[in-house]
């Protein structure tokens, strides 16, 4: 859970933080996403930074690049798994050796057939069909700011 104490953990003996847009901002001390990230990044240089921003996408902040990887379309049924299914399937792919960049994509397209499902581990799908619903699945267009 994300509270006070958190500022008292060491994040150097760490390689990647993943967070949500609640713990980001509780982090990185301002409502600013981007503020955010580079006051992370600047306390510490070494991490790389993965932010899951729900129907927005995501951004991973690794190797002094960032990275966006837009959501894909879906219906949305039910929400609770969403996280934890993208954050095993970007832990699963960067164990396979895949690049950030597909990471992301699969991490993305995992989730959002998880959203377009009832309950929580039900929902999440095997990594076969993930594979074969990519090629079909479109991402989601920004929203206009």
């Known amino acids: 859970p994300c509270n006070k104490r958190l500022h008292e953990v060491d994040f150097a003996c760490l390689d990647i933080l993943v967070l949500n847009e609640v713990e980001i901002r509780a982090l990185g001390g301002d409502d600013d996403l981007a503020v955010c990230l580079q006051n992370l990044a600047a306390r510490y240089p070494h991490l790389q930074i993965l932010l899951t921003l729900g129907a927005d996408g995501c951004m991973l902040v690794a190797d002094g690049e960032t990275l966006r990887q837009a959501a894909f379309e879906t219906p949305v049924v039910d929400t609770t798994a969403a996280g934890d299914t993208f954050t095993g399937y970007f832990a699963a792919a960067m164990t396979r050796g895949e690049s950030y960049r597909d990471a992301l994509k699969t991490a993305s397209a995992a989730a959002a057939i998880a959203v377009s ?20 699945m479109r991402e989601r267009q920004p929203v206009a700011e």
């Open 117 to 136: 499902r009832s309950g929580a581990a039900p929902s999440i799908p095997a990594l076969a069909e993930v594979r074969a619903a990519m090629p079909g």
